[in-house]
């Protein structure tokens, strides 16, 4: 099983980024999948999930209105577009895929996670 996430970089705050995951070794169609998120010195939290046919979707407040999760289940890929980035989304983001029977918003809940990809706002 390998999960792929690319995308990240440095921005200015205010700017635009994508991000995308490339699944593999999996039935991706099958799994809930979620975005979270790791600051220096901080656990990791949740940013966003979507469940296996795209048609559900969470996300933690702090990026309501800026975020959006998508899935392209043909492609076995994962996106998060992120807007309006702040300089407080800094952070490496990991794509994770789930089996549950649930889609749910806890690292525990995740079988498969991606090797991360940083995301810099500079202020």
């Known amino acids: 099983v390998q999960l792929q996430a690319s995308g990240g970089g440095l921005v200015q705050a205010g700017g635009p980024l994508r991000l995308s995951c490339a699944a593999s070794g999996i039935i991706f169609s099958s799994y809930h999948m979620g975005w979270f998120r790791q600051a220096p010195g901080k656990e990791r939290e949740f940013v966003a999930n979507?469940?296996?046919?795209?048609?559900?979707?969470t996300y933690v407040d702090s990026v309501k209105g800026r975020f959006t999760i998508s899935r392209d289940n043909g492609k076995n890929t994962l996106y998060l577009q992120m807007n309006t980035l702040k300089p407080e989304d800094t952070a490496v983001y990991y794509c994770?895929?789930?089996?549950?029977?649930?889609?749910?918003?806890?690292?525990?809940?995740?079988?498969?996670w991606g090797q991360g990809t940083q995301v810099t706002v500079s202020s």
């Open positions: 994770a895929a789930s089996g549950r029977w649930t889609v749910v918003a806890t690292t525990q809940g995740y079988d498969y």
């Open positions: 979507i469940n296996w046919s795209g048609g559900s979707t």
